[in-house]
């Protein structure tokens, strides 16, 4: 900065007078880049449109730059442009003897940003449906915002517990919507969201693989993916937030924490599941109003057969000793 500096005031004497003024002037503030990024979304349209308007440049073009400069992140996340967090649900390292179907359940953040090249990309994977779990009134339950945030600051496991049980009090018809494409629906690959792809996805997808029979460590594992597959769209959804309410705002790390997905939350979920709602299969019962044939022909459409293993047979001598 000291020779930078010393380059600009051999040029004018303007700078050489206003010291303080050329400092800040070659600085790199995030506030600048934070307003510059509302700037070209607010009065420009987009980057998309603003590459359009000012660089003559075609969908096609832009599609191609991504094509040629995104790196993905590594499996179970696939890469569709303008949706975050999107992965497949078919890893079950812990469960051998119950394998998902591959190719078959997605999972994300709202499809609301996708782009042509990302309804491209879903067609390529012969995704036709795309599932909403969020109820109508999802979004919007009345409480108080500060509060619910001193929460997850000061107590963010029990803040999850809570939202979570609460999720599942309220949200069965949206989580029916999933259960019943899976149902009628084999071998028709899904997009499963809600906003953020980690809180009501989080749940539909714990409850659908505790039905197939998946050990818990791999579904608190596939649920903590989240916390890596939105760590990119972290500082848009914290402008998103803090847009909303000031209570945003004031309280950053409450809000880092309601955007986390810690592995200890799903884990206190998965027990709240088995011990206040009787299991997922009676959840599905009583909240979903679905039966034991509709969840067999959920298991028959989803899992593939893995052989089991035989039993150990022993000599006769063996026996013996």
């Known amino acids: 900065m000291p020779s930078m500096m010393a380059g600009f005031e051999d040029r004018n004497q303007a700078y050489k007078d206003n010291p303080e003024g050329l400092k800040n002037f070659l600085g790199a503030f995030p506030e600048t880049m934070a307003a510059t990024l509302v700037l070209i979304r607010e009065v420009f349209g987009g980057a998309e449109n603003y590459c359009k308007e000012y660089m003559g440049l075609e ?40 394998k998902v179907k591959p190719g078959i359940i997605y999972r994300g953040a709202d499809t609301v940003g996708i782009t042509q090249y990302g309804k491209g990309q879903l ?10 779990v969020r109820l109508e009134d999802g979004s919007d339950d009345g409480s108080d915002v500060a509060e619910t945030l001193e929460v997850y600051e000061k107590h ?10 609460e999720t599942l009090h309220t949200n069965g018809e949206g989580f029916k919507r999933f259960f019943t494409y899976l149902r009628d629906n084999p071998d028709k690959p899904v997009l499963v969201h809600c906003s953020a792809g980690k809180d009501r996805t989080g749940i539909a997808i714990a409850l659908l693989l505790m039905v197939l029979g998946i050990q818990y460590d791999d579904i608190i594992a ?13 500082p848009r959804l914290i402008e998103e ?32 599941i088995r ?3 009787g299991g997922a299969e009676n959840y599905c019962k009583e909240y979903m109003q679905l039966g034991s044939k509709d969840m067999e022909k959920i298991r028959q459409n989803l899992c593939l057969k893995v052989p089991q293993p035989r039993p150990t047979k022993f000599s006769r001598s063996h026996n013996a000793m």
């Open 222 to 234: 596939d649920y903590a993916l989240s916390g890596v597959g939105l760590q990119s769209a972290m």
């Open 156 to 165: 963010p496991l029990q803040a999850f517990i809570q939202a979570y049980a």
């Open 123 to 132: 067609f390529e994977r012969r995704i036709e449906t795309i599932v909403d």
């Open 59 to 98: 969908i096609a073009d832009i599609d191609k730059i991504r094509q040629n400069v995104l790196q993905p992140l590594p499996p179970p996340f696939v890469f569709i442009d303008g949706v975050d967090n999107v992965r497949t649900v078919d890893v079950s390292a812990r469960s051998p003897f119950v």
């Open 275 to 277: 011990e206040k709602f």
């Open 241 to 272: 937030f803090e847009a909303r309410d000031v209570a945003y705002q004031n309280n950053p790390k409450g809000l880092t924490n309601f955007l986390s997905a810690p592995p200890e939350a799903m884990a206190a979920t998965l027990v709240l």
